[in-house]
């Protein structure tokens, strides 16, 4: 990478000319570069059309097929772990950041009886792509659309995919192999976000790996990696670009659209044309019926689809005899897992205001949960579960309380840190 001056691109320099030669040069199909492709597939096919069972509010792959997974991609990776959780496969892990971000992988049903299931819808589109179009769809989903929550890791830009790929980037820029005995540059890799950032280099072909093996206990262990030219071309050239709000979405912004990097590689890959667009959540009509609790305290409210979430706070408020004097807001994941933050009109810095979001809109199935989250000094937090949608036709015209179990905390003075 130091042809590439990676450290001086980040002033918005050109791509420096080696790296366009390399991406011009460099074919796309089903098996090259890397087994990105082949292996995104394997796993796809894997999760099958009925989905698989899984649990949390994450969607993990199931812990007990972890190892079969493993066995169905093209480099299985070795690990002598009794009960290896999906961190331990840095590969799957990466897969699966991909899966969720892209919206081919999402959940459904109930929490404790929920699947990880591929979006029919999505999947006829993603079969209609060439593999240039898939290749860079993936990437997108990496890089762009893809975040440390969506594998139950800390969201900062810091921690970003992004900048975990600069943090590898780093390692390696002055030199070809980095092994794990070379502590000239610190430790090899650090951390879940690390060790997933080399495995998708490899899957896309920007690096190669060499593994230990693993001793007893152990988990998969990297000896070196190697760089390759095409990831040092594809490095510059995402550097080149000089654009960081592409690259991370902090306080619930929006992602940018699948195809954000067309016009970077579209040069270089005419045959990148189409992209994906991934489904809308669908609007949910007839009567919402909400326990709401706070503690041991709990109410149920009732609502049409078409009351905004502004209605239901001031309802909630209501019903718990709380003053509506401080900010408050409704915390949620999106279809691909990410923390959506949706928060009254009073603040500026969230995805969307509680005065525009219909109940309807909201990407919750039944038995799933939400957080209201009121007065961030005291930090009173409520759970709002979708207990279920009744489409029978109904004259309710704004949400109302029909059930209440138990006294409502004092607001002030002997509150919730008594």
């Known amino acids: 990478m130091d042809d590439m001056r990676i450290e001086h691109v980040w002033l918005g320099k050109s791509v420096p000319v080696t790296a366009q030669r390399i991406l011009h040069g460099q074919e796309i199909d089903e098996d090259q570069p890397g087994t990105i492709l082949r292996d995104f597939t394997a796993l796809v096919e894997f999760i099958g059309q009925d989905g698989l069972k899984t649990t ?32 331990s496969f840095p590969h799957l892990q990466g897969l699966f950041l991909i899966l969720r971000a892209s919206g081919l992988g999402i959940g ?39 975040s440390p929550e969506i594998i139950a890791e800390r969201a900062h830009i810091s ?32 951390g879940v976000m690390q060790s ?6 490899e899957l ?3 690096v190669r790996l060499e593994y230990e093996r693993p001793a007893a206990g152990e988990g998969a262990k990297i000896r070196a990696i190697e760089r390759l030219p095409l990831g040092d071309a594809m490095v510059a050239t995402l550097i080149a670009c000089e654009s960081a709000d592409l690259f991370w979405h902090g306080d619930g912004e929006q992602s940018p659209q699948f195809g954000a990097l067309q016009p970077l590689f579209q040069p270089y890959f005419p045959e990148w044309q189409r992209t994906l667009v991934p489904s809308s959540p669908p609007y949910r009509e007839g009567t919402h019926v909400w326990r709401v609790s706070l503690g041991r305290v709990w109410r149920r409210i009732v609502s049409p689809h078409d009351s905004s979430l502004d209605q239901l706070a001031m309802t909630i408020l209501d019903a718990f005899e709380f003053d509506r004097d401080h900010l408050y807001c409704f915390v949620l994941r999106d279809p691909s897992g990410r923390e ?14 509680t005065e525009d979001v219909c109940l309807g809109e909201l990407p ?31 004259t309710l015209r704004r ?20």
């Open 159 to 190: 921690n970003s995919c992004y900048m975990s790929l600069i943090w590898v980037v780093q390692k390696l820029q002055h030199c070809q192999t980095l092994a794990s005995t070379d502590h000239r540059h610190g430790e090899l890799l650090y």
């Open 204 to 206: 896309f072909g920007w």
């Open 364 to 394: 919750l199935s039944e038995g799933e949960a939400m957080k209201f989250i009121f007065d961030y000094g005291d930090n009173w937090e409520f759970t709002v579960q979708l207990e279920s949608v009744e489409s029978r036709k109904s």
């Open 196 to 201: 997933m950032t080399v495995a998708l280099m």
């Open 108 to 146: 459904q049903g109930k929490p404790s009886s929920r699947r990880l299931t591929i979006d029919p819808e999505l999947r006829a589109s993603w079969c209609e792509l060439n593999p240039t179009e898939r290749y860079f769809a993936l990437l997108e989903s990496w890089l762009i659309q893809g």
């Open 56 to 87: 949390g509010k994450y969607c993990f792959l199931p812990q007990g097929r972890l190892d079969e997974l493993n066995e169905r991609m093209s480099r299985p990776v070795a690990h002598a772990l009794k009960r290896p959780q999906q961190r």
């Open 399 to 418: 949400p109302k309380v029909t059930h209440r179990s138990g006294d409502p905390p004092a607001q002030y003075g002997s509150g919730q840190w008594d």
């Open 340 to 353: 959506l933050r949706i928060a009254c009109p009073y603040e500026t810095d969230a995805a969307a205001c």
